[in-house]
Structure formats: structure tokens, C-alpha cells
Nanobody, 123 residues
Framework: QLQLVESGGGLVQPGGSRRLSCEAS????????IAWIRQAPGKERERVSC????????HYADPLKGRFTISRDNGKNTLYLQMNSLKPEDTAVYYC????????????????WGQGTQVPVSS
């Protein structure tokens, strides 16, 4: 069974940090660019970040640049998202998704999705 499983979510206070992981099983991430996509309550899905297969190219939503860092470890078949200086507006369910292209250019064709991990940012 092909799966992406996110972990690392949970309640965090404003200004705090959280590191999310996305581990693939049943397939290798070596052939996919991977994105973190979030959906806040009552809001549309938003692509947070994307990383190319090689890890040499990354993209971030403009408001998140400087606070979020995406990385991958192909040897561990795992994607990460380091989130710093979290704000209440970052509250969302965070998903990882795999796109069979080298980079992070549209159109996007996400073939695999994780179940999501919830990140509430509040006091």
C-alpha cells in the first residue's frame, strides 16, 4: 500500500516552533517533488512549500519565507517542514503531497497525499 504519513503536529504557542515529518511507505520519494499544503479552518488549500527531487530547489509561499524551511532526506524516504515563529494564522491541517516532476512548477499533479497533521497555534 502506498502511503504518505505526516507527523509532528500538535498544539504550539505563538512564537513557537514545530517540525513536521512526512514519511513515504510502499514507494520511493526519489521520483517526486514534494509539497507541503495546508488548509486552515474555513479557508482554501494553500501550498506552503515545495522541494525538488534533488532538494536543490525550494519554493515557499511569500508570507512564510524566512519562517518555514522545507527539506528532504531521500535515504530515509522522508520530507520535513521546520516551522518557526508560528502565528495563530498558521493554524491549519498540514498535508504532504508527491508530484511526479523534478521541480516545483505548475501544473501540479499530486499523485499521493498524506492524511494530514493538525497544527493549532494558540495560547
Amino acid at each position: 500500500q502506498l502511503q504518505l504519513v505526516e507527523s509532528g503536529g500538535g498544539l504550539v504557542q505563538p512564537g513557537g516552533s514545530r517540525r513536521l515529518s512526512c514519511e513515504a511507505s510502499g514507494f520511493t520519494l526519489d521520483y517526486y517533488a514534494i509539497a507541503w499544503i495546508r488548509q486552515a479552518p474555513g479557508k482554501e488549500r494553500e501550498r506552503v512549500s515545495c522541494i525538488s527531487i534533488s532538494g536543490g530547489s525550494t519554493h515557499y509561499a511569500d508570507p512564510l519565507k524566512g519562517r518555514f524551511t522545507i527539506s528532504r532526506d531521500n535515504g530515509k524516504n522522508t520530507l520535513y517542514l521546520q516551522m518557526n515563529s508560528l502565528k495563530p494564522e498558521d493554524t491549519a491541517v498540514y498535508y504532504c503531497a508527491a508530484d511526479p516532476q523534478e521541480g516545483c512548477s505548475p501544473p501540479f499533479r499530486y499523485q499521493h497525499w498524506g492524511q494530514g497533521t493538525q497544527v493549532p497555534v494558540s495560547s
